[in-house]
């Protein structure tokens, strides 16, 4: 049985109430913004830290069928909840404004950023970016898909910002303009969220849309087109 805030209509909600839902609650508290938080789960993981926080924080758990997504200005949809679900779906039809964390992220951020992302390799590649920056001499914040949620990666101060990004992620994200950007490959993953190899492939691409610097993967036929003529290339070959 969901239980239902009697609540008057929010106008920014957060879908899911995981690590990253609770970054978001965190950023925006952080920012004054009034929010709801809706989840399907009853008893979500980050719920006793969300009513430290926020103790009037309007809820509505236990299901997604409630009036708040289609009438909100703005859902934050956790990368978990896929922008297919019907109720999500529905909230995009009715005009609501769907994004992620790293939407918000690209929004609020100072710092020069680092984008991350492939289907293998992308955590230990952030963290040896962010272990190479640090070594010399730069204040760097590594996070995002990986230990550290994006957005609390902004309550402190850095002088460089290196994230690695998920499909899921990307998928929620327009406005990210990275310093630099990088697929580092791609194979079949996450199909049965994506459909297609195509349409991952397309989620993945949005690393690149706003990106200073493009950079790929030369040996990887689907990176090297995606990237374009432009992108500065790695590979185990002479470029």
Known sequence: MAHKAQQAQPERVIVGLGDTGLSVARHLH?????????????????LAQLRSLEPEV????????????????QLVLSPGLSPDLPQIRAA???GVEVIGDIELFAHAADAPVIAITGSNGKSTVTALVGEMARAAGVNA???????????DLLAEDHDLLVVELSSFQLETTASLAPRASVILNISADHLDRHGTLDRYAAAKARIYERAETRIANRQDARVRALAGAEAVSFGLDRP
Not at 32 to 42: I, T
Not at 58 to 73: F, I, Y
């Open 30 to 46: 952080r920012l004054g913004m009034p929010f709801a938080v809706v989840d399907s789960r009853l008893e979500p993981p980050g």
């Open 58 to 73: 309007p809820m509505h758990l236990g299901d997604l069928d409630t009036p708040w997504l289609q009438h909100a200005h």
């Open 92 to 94: 995009r039809e009715a």
């Open 141 to 151: 914040g590594v996070g995002g898909n990986i230990g550290t949620p994006a957005l």
